[in-house]
C-alpha cells in the first residue's frame, strides 16, 4: 500500500531560526513528490516539485531534498519568517494507476516572535 | 489568472439536506480532481475528471455523493442527504497533464459543516 509519513507532526520554533521537516514514503513506481504549504483556511500552494533524477530543488527560502534510494524527503526553511506558520504536507505521485497522488499527514508548523 | 474558484466558502446545513459545492477549473486544464480533508484522515481523493469525463471515482464515500462536470469550466459535487459525517474541507484542485509536472492548483476549499 501506498504511504507517506511526516515528522514531526507539529513544531514550534522562533522567528528567524531554520528548521527542517520530514518525509518518507513507500509509493511506488515513484514519479515525483511534491511539497506543499497549507495556510490555514487556505488550499494546498504548491512549494516544490521533483522526480526521480532531482536530489535538490530551492524555492527562496525552502529547499526540498530527496534520495530516492532510502525513499526520503526534506524540507528545510532558512531564516524562519511568521509568516512560514502552516502546514507543510508531502505528496507522492505514483506512475502506477494514472499518477496518483498519496497524501502525507503534513506537518504543522507554528513560528513565534 | 484566478486559479480554481469554488464557491461557496462556507456552508452550513441541517442533516438530510441537498448541499451542492461548486468549481470552476485553471482555463485549458484537463485534469479536475474533488478532494475532502478532515483533521483524521487528511487529504483524500474522491473523484476525478479528465476531458470533463469522470474517470476514477472509487474514493467517493457511498451513493450520497455524486459529481459532474457538464463543461470544461465548471463541476459541481453534490452530497444528498447530506450528514454530520461529511463536515469537512471539500477542494476542488486542477491540472494541465495527468504527469502533474506543471503540479495541481488547488482552490481555497469549501468548509462543510452539517449540523
Known amino acids: 500500500k501506498n504511504q507517506v509519513e511526516q515528522s514531526p507532526q507539529s513544531l514550534i520554533i522562533l522567528e528567524g531560526k531554520n528548521c527542517t521537516l520530514q518525509c518518507n514514503y513507500t509509493v511506488s513506481p515513484f514519479s515525483n513528490l511534491r511539497w506543499y504549504k497549507q495556510d490555514t483556511g487556505r488550499g494546498p500552494v504548491s512549494l516544490t516539485i521533483m522526480t526521480f533524477s532531482e536530489n535538490t530543488k530551492s524555492n527562496g527560502r525552502y529547499t526540498a531534498t530527496l534520495d530516492a534510494d532510502t525513499k526520503q524527503s526534506s524540507l528545510h526553511i532558512t531564516a524562519s519568517q511568521l509568516s512560514d506558520s502552516a502546514s507543510y504536507i508531502c505528496v507522492v505521485s505514483s506512475m502506477d494507476a494514472g499518477n496518483m497522488l498519496t497524501f502525507g499527514g503534513g506537518t504543522r508548523l507554528m513560528v513565534k516572535p | 489568472d484566478a486559479g480554481v474558484i469554488q464557491s461557496p466558502r462556507h456552508e452550513v446545513t441541517e442533516m438530510g439536506q441537498e448541499v451542492t459545492l461548486r468549481c470552476k477549473p485553471i482555463s485549458g486544464h484537463d485534469y479536475l480532481f474533488w478532494y475532502r480533508q478532515t483533521m483524521m484522515r487528511g487529504l483524500e481523493l474522491l473523484i476525478y475528471?479528465?476531458?470533463?469525463?469522470?474517470?476514477?471515482d472509487s474514493g467517493m464515500p457511498e451513493d450520497r455523493f455524486s459529481a459532474k462536470m457538464p463543461n470544461a469550466s465548471f463541476s459541481t459535487l453534490k452530497i444528498q442527504p447530506s450528514e454530520p459525517r461529511d463536515s469537512a474541507v471539500y477542494f476542488c484542485?486542477?491540472?494541465?497533464?495527468?504527469?502533474?509536472?506543471?503540479?495541481?492548483?488547488f482552490g481555497s476549499g469549501t468548509r462543510l459543516t452539517v449540523v
Open positions: 475528471f479528465n476531458n470533463n469525463v469522470p474517470i476514477d
Open positions: 484542485a486542477s491540472s494541465l497533464a495527468r504527469t502533474g509536472r506543471i503540479g495541481y492548483t
